[in-house]
């Protein structure tokens, strides 16, 4: 059958882009309103933003030998990171050593952006995360391979909130998805752990946890087990992030439909080869965002380990402040360490667009 | 009839306080082909649905190929391996491309090895007359292919017994055709026993050794076709065919 022919041509749309001058009185200048908005937002950039470049970059030191250079000048102290930024982003790792761990933050880093990489989704990802990590504990601690042995008291900086981050992130989100398949469960003694489980972690704030596990945890430990305050601490951010994966995984069992449920249960599959082939998938794609959101999260609260004295990126930069020859540039290092932690984070939610993005390509609902 | 594959005996089930099913009793023979019908909110399609288990009757026996149907779920997933169930929403797994959903059940339940399950389904798959779709994902197929594939996916178990929930009901119209061929070749195939919830009553005639007339969750009428449309017993019967045949 040939295509019957139209009673009006098709022709091109078209399409008109604006010359900058309509552009500004369509966009900026249209109401009242907007034109009062547009003039507010110049005049807060006007009076902002070169005062921020001249303090930033425009008077900044970028090299000195002490402190006091750094105070005759009115800008930043930049000279003040250049100094410190070994003690900041490793703590009071051994000098000579330090390459170990910033090695380790490439592994971990390179660890979590290779499981971005769909070929590598089938079960040797945990034959991966596991070897990884392996490898990160046995670089970090060494005493083995020649390496010489570094107790984990003076890991600090980066290297020991990635570490936190990464660790807790990998340990909490399986639990997290046993929980929520658990509180989802008909079998009332599982289902009723799981919900005590939940409600009570997350009615407690993250700090609280730490310090239970930090001192009431070897309470409960017989005479002479002493656990390490880093294992300690870690178990206090898997246990508080596991509560939230949970909820979240499960917000995404719900928005299955129950008629997938119905479709694995009409081929005879049993409970858990329709929960791992059928649901989870399904779900877990589903609840990326809020997944990722939650680990950008709990990469930052890592910063409390703070409280019960462990070295951490923010502890590190306050000892870099106690340095009696550098006195006064809290700002400098603040912003410095803030920008650390921005680029993690915001590295962390563009790799979660791009996994959604990745996903949603081939599969259509 | 005591060998009966199918028997219902005088089941009965609430939601709640609703009394859904009310003393069903039902016998199907191996390789009958029935058809019930009946207005919305009959109980029909909880009728089929209490075949596999997909919902739990509170009174009475099932009996399916000789075993009793109850809680027990071990008994439960053999039941499940040979009665197949299709759709009306399909229920597809979006995830999956169209091989993949159908060699699941075959490699994962039925334990095949993948090469032979693949040979199988795209057997199946050429018999639903789709055989070039099998690389794509179910959003990518229309309706009518989609719900061919889930009758696909069903005869992948080789089970006994097709139940058929409104399989045509989703589908736009163009569509309905393809679908009822592909069940009317499955009947005619010989020896598969299917129970068929649906409002076509073209395939009723066509392909059914029964009607069953179903409302307010009793049984109202069973008969063959032909006795059936043409001279059915009860009023209530009348009525419905009055307002569906026109």
């Known amino acids: 059958m040939s295509k019957p022919t139209l009673l009006s041509p098709t022709r091109a749309p078209t399409t008109a882009t604006p010359t900058p001058l309509v552009w500004i009185r369509t966009q900026l200048f249209s109401t009242p309103g907007n034109a009062l908005l547009t003039i507010l937002s110049v005049w807060l950039l006007i009076m902002a933003v070169p005062a921020l470049l001249d303090w930033a970059f425009l008077q900044a030191k970028y090299s000195a030998q002490s402190g006091q250079e750094c105070r005759e000048v009115e800008g930043a102290c930049w000279a003040f990171i250049a100094e410190k930024h070994r003690l900041i982003l490793f703590g009071t790792y051994p000098y000579e050593q330090q390459w170990r761990p910033l090695v380790s933050v490439f592994l971990l880093v390179a660890l979590v952006l290779m499981s971005a990489w769909r070929r590598l989704w089938t079960i040797w990802l945990f034959p991966i995360w596991i070897g990884g990590l392996t490898a990160v504990a046995l670089l970090m601690w060494g005493g083995v391979f020649g390496l010489t042995f570094v107790e984990n008291t003076l890991w600090g900086g980066l290297p020991l909130t990635l570490i936190l981050a990464t660790f807790g992130v990998a340990l909490a989100f399986p639990l997290g998805v046993v929980l929520a398949l658990g509180r989802r469960s008909e079998l009332p003694a599982i289902k009723t752990i799981c919900v005590v489980y939940i409600e009570l972690i997350r009615g407690v704030p993250l700090i609280s946890l730490l310090f239970m596990s930090s001192v009431m945890l070897p309470l409960f430990l017989p005479e002479g087990v002493t656990i390490d305050k880093l294992l300690r601490a870690l178990i206090a951010i898997v246990l508080f992030a596991a509560a939230y994966v949970a909820e979240t995984v499960r917000g995404g069992l719900q928005a299955i439909s129950k008629g997938q449920y119905e479709g694995a249960d009409s081929l005879g599959l049993s409970y858990w080869q329709k929960t791992r082939l059928i649901i989870l998938p399904q779900a877990l794609k589903i609840v990326i965002a809020p997944l990722v959101g939650i680990f950008i999260s709990m990469f930052k609260d890592t910063s409390l380990v703070v409280i019960i004295g462990i070295f951490d990126l923010t502890l590190a930069a306050k000892a870099a402040l106690t340095d009696p020859a550098w006195q006064g540039f809290s700002m400098e290092v603040y912003i410095f360490i803030a920008a650390i932690y921005f680029i993690f984070c915001y590295s962390m939610s563009k790799y979660s667009q791009a996994l959604e993005k990745r996903l949603a390509v081939g599969q259509q609902h | ?246």
């Open chain 2, 1 to 246: 009839m005591a060998d009966a594959l199918i028997q219902m005996h005088h089941v009965n089930k609430w939601f709640g306080k609703f009394h859904v099913l009310r003393d069903i009793n039902l016998e199907v023979a191996t390789g009958e082909r029935i058809v019930i019908c009946g207005p919305s909110g009959s109980g029909k399609s909880t009728l089929i649905r209490c075949l596999n288990r997909l919902e739990e009757h509170q009174q009475g026996d099932i009996i399916i190929d000789g075993m009793t149907l109850t809680g027990d779920i071990k008994g439960v997933e053999t039941i499940r391996r040979e009665v197949g169930m299709v759709f009306q929403h399909f229920n597809l797994f979006p995830h999956l491309t169209v091989l993949e959903n159908l060699t699941l059940g075959p490699i994962w339940v039925l334990k095949t090895p993948k090469a032979q399950a693949e040979q199988e389904a795209m057997t199946y798959l050429e018999r639903v007359k789709i055989p070039e779709q099998a690389n794509k994902f179910p959003g990518q197929l229309s309706g009518g292919q989609q719900q061919r594939v889930a009758i696909a996916r069903s005869l992948c178990m080789n089970p006994k017994i097709m139940l058929f929930d409104e399989p045509t009901s989703a589908l736009d119209p163009e569509m309905v055709k393809e679908v009822l061929d592909v069940m009317v070749g499955l009947a005619e195939q010989g020896g598969m026993t299917m129970l068929c919830v649906t409002h076509e009553m073209g395939f009723a005639r066509k392909v059914a050794n029964r009607v069953i007339f179903m409302d307010q969750g009793e049984i109202i009428e069973e008969n063959d076709p032909v006795s059936f449309f043409d001279h059915p017993q009860s009023d209530r019967t009348k009525l419905f065919l009055s307002q569906i045949l026109h």
